[in-house]
Protein backbone atom coordinates (compact mmCIF):
# COMPACT_ATOMS: atom_id res chain seq x y z
CA UNK A 1 0.00 0.00 0.00
CA UNK A 2 3.23 2.01 -0.22
CA UNK A 3 1.91 3.12 -3.65
CA UNK A 4 -1.53 4.37 -2.12
CA UNK A 5 0.39 6.58 0.35
CA UNK A 6 2.53 8.39 -2.51
CA UNK A 7 -0.75 8.87 -4.44
CA UNK A 8 -2.61 10.28 -1.41
CA UNK A 9 0.35 12.96 -0.98
CA UNK A 10 0.19 13.91 -4.06
CA UNK A 11 -3.77 14.58 -3.50
CA UNK A 12 -3.37 16.49 -0.93
CA UNK A 13 -0.27 18.51 -2.89
CA UNK A 14 -2.95 19.20 -5.46
CA UNK A 15 -6.03 20.09 -3.50
CA UNK A 16 -3.39 22.54 -1.23
CA UNK A 17 -2.18 23.64 -5.14
CA UNK A 18 -5.88 24.25 -6.04
CA UNK A 19 -6.77 28.14 -6.87
CA UNK A 20 -9.13 29.81 -5.61
CA UNK A 21 -10.24 33.56 -6.21
CA UNK A 22 -11.84 33.79 -2.83
CA UNK A 23 -10.83 36.63 -0.81
CA UNK A 24 -12.52 35.54 3.08
CA UNK A 25 -9.66 33.31 4.57
CA UNK A 26 -13.16 31.41 6.10
CA UNK A 27 -14.25 31.08 2.58
CA UNK A 28 -11.05 29.67 1.01
CA UNK A 29 -10.72 26.99 3.70
CA UNK A 30 -14.03 25.67 3.49
CA UNK A 31 -13.07 25.56 -0.30
CA UNK A 32 -10.19 23.69 0.63
CA UNK A 33 -11.30 21.48 3.25
CA UNK A 34 -14.47 20.65 0.21
CA UNK A 35 -12.08 20.47 -2.64
CA UNK A 36 -10.24 17.64 -0.60
CA UNK A 37 -13.04 15.61 0.51
CA UNK A 38 -13.57 15.47 -3.04
CA UNK A 39 -10.44 14.44 -4.18
CA UNK A 40 -9.89 11.73 -1.37
CA UNK A 41 -13.42 10.70 -2.28
CA UNK A 42 -12.57 9.57 -5.65
CA UNK A 43 -9.27 8.59 -4.68
CA UNK A 44 -10.80 6.14 -2.00
CA UNK A 45 -13.08 4.61 -4.60
CA UNK A 46 -9.80 3.95 -7.10
CA UNK A 47 -7.79 2.54 -4.40
CA UNK A 48 -10.70 0.08 -3.22
CA UNK A 49 -10.93 -0.89 -6.85
CA UNK A 50 -7.22 -1.54 -6.97
CA UNK A 51 -7.43 -3.70 -3.90
CA UNK A 52 -10.18 -5.52 -4.96
CA UNK A 53 -8.87 -7.10 -7.95
CA UNK A 54 -5.65 -7.44 -6.33
CA UNK A 55 -7.83 -9.73 -4.20
CA UNK A 56 -9.47 -11.50 -6.99
CA UNK A 57 -5.79 -12.17 -8.49
CA UNK A 58 -4.44 -13.25 -5.57
CA UNK A 59 -7.33 -15.81 -4.31
CA UNK A 60 -6.91 -17.07 -7.94
CA UNK A 61 -3.54 -17.87 -7.36
CA UNK A 62 -4.01 -19.13 -4.00
CA UNK A 63 -6.48 -21.67 -5.44
CA UNK A 64 -3.97 -22.45 -8.28
CA UNK A 65 -1.35 -23.37 -5.81
CA UNK A 66 -3.99 -25.29 -3.34
CA UNK A 67 -4.99 -27.30 -6.06
CA UNK A 68 -1.57 -28.23 -6.99
CA UNK A 69 -0.64 -29.42 -3.28
CA UNK A 70 -3.30 -31.75 -4.15
CA UNK A 71 -1.87 -33.22 -6.80
CA UNK A 72 2.52 -33.19 -5.77
CA UNK A 73 4.35 -31.66 -3.38
CA UNK A 74 4.65 -27.99 -3.80
CA UNK A 75 8.60 -26.93 -4.63
CA UNK A 76 10.06 -24.69 -1.67
CA UNK A 77 9.70 -21.80 -4.54
CA UNK A 78 6.25 -22.42 -4.78
CA UNK A 79 5.54 -22.94 -0.96
CA UNK A 80 7.42 -19.38 -0.37
CA UNK A 81 5.04 -17.86 -2.89
CA UNK A 82 1.61 -19.34 -1.39
CA UNK A 83 3.11 -18.28 2.20
CA UNK A 84 3.24 -14.54 0.62
CA UNK A 85 -0.10 -14.76 -0.68
CA UNK A 86 -1.48 -15.87 2.32
CA UNK A 87 0.23 -13.03 4.12
CA UNK A 88 -1.16 -10.52 1.32
CA UNK A 89 -4.49 -11.80 1.79
CA UNK A 90 -4.95 -11.68 5.79
CA UNK A 91 -3.85 -8.19 5.11
CA UNK A 92 -6.48 -7.46 2.31
CA UNK A 93 -8.88 -9.09 4.83
CA UNK A 94 -7.75 -7.18 8.18
CA UNK A 95 -8.09 -4.03 6.04
CA UNK A 96 -10.98 -4.62 5.17
CA UNK A 97 -12.56 -5.67 8.87
CA UNK A 98 -11.11 -2.45 9.72
CA UNK A 99 -12.73 -0.26 7.35
CA UNK A 100 -16.30 -2.21 8.18
CA UNK A 101 -15.48 -1.71 11.69
CA UNK A 102 -14.33 2.25 11.30
CA UNK A 103 -18.00 2.33 9.23
CA UNK A 104 -20.28 0.41 12.46
CA UNK A 105 -18.42 3.38 14.76
CA UNK A 106 -18.22 0.02 17.59
CA UNK A 107 -15.76 0.39 19.68
CA UNK A 108 -16.66 -2.38 21.65
CA UNK A 109 -15.39 -5.28 19.62
CA UNK A 110 -11.54 -5.75 19.42
CA UNK A 111 -9.87 -5.45 16.67
CA UNK A 112 -9.28 -8.90 14.60
CA UNK A 113 -12.05 -10.57 16.17
CA UNK A 114 -13.47 -11.86 12.43
CA UNK A 115 -16.54 -9.53 12.89
CA UNK A 116 -16.98 -8.29 9.47
CA UNK A 117 -20.70 -9.60 9.31
CA UNK A 118 -21.92 -7.64 12.75
CA UNK A 119 -20.19 -4.60 11.76
CA UNK A 120 -22.07 -4.06 8.44
CA UNK A 121 -25.15 -5.14 9.99
CA UNK A 122 -24.80 -2.18 12.77
CA UNK A 123 -23.56 0.13 10.50
CA UNK A 124 -26.65 -0.36 8.13
CA UNK A 125 -28.96 -0.29 11.34
CA UNK A 126 -27.26 3.37 11.51
CA UNK A 127 -27.94 4.09 8.03
CA UNK A 128 -31.82 3.11 8.39
CA UNK A 129 -32.13 4.61 11.77
CA UNK A 130 -31.21 8.19 10.21
CA UNK A 131 -33.20 7.47 6.83
CA UNK A 132 -36.21 10.63 6.53
CA UNK A 133 -39.08 8.65 5.14
CA UNK A 134 -41.15 11.63 4.92
CA UNK A 135 -41.83 15.37 6.16
CA UNK A 136 -44.62 17.01 6.42
CA UNK A 137 -45.17 20.69 4.28
CA UNK A 138 -47.82 22.52 3.99
CA UNK A 139 -49.18 20.54 1.32
CA UNK A 140 -49.29 17.16 2.95
CA UNK A 141 -46.30 14.89 3.35
CA UNK A 142 -43.30 14.38 0.99
CA UNK A 143 -41.90 11.12 0.45
CA UNK A 144 -39.14 11.98 -2.78
CA UNK A 145 -36.42 14.33 -2.87
CA UNK A 146 -37.85 17.06 -5.11
CA UNK A 147 -40.17 18.00 -2.89
Known amino acids: MVAGKE ?10 ETPSTLTNCLDRWQF ?7 MI ?4 TNEVAV ?23 LSSVE ?11 EHIWSLKEIKVRQRSRDRNILEGD ?4 YFQAVANQRS ?16 DQKG
Open 114 to 117: KNTT
Open 51 to 73: QNRAKVELSKEFTRLESLTEIRE
Open 79 to 89: RQELAQIEDKL
Open 41 to 44: RGWA
Open 128 to 143: RKKKIECLQSPTGLVY
Open 7 to 16: SLSKILEKAR
Open 32 to 38: RVGTLRR
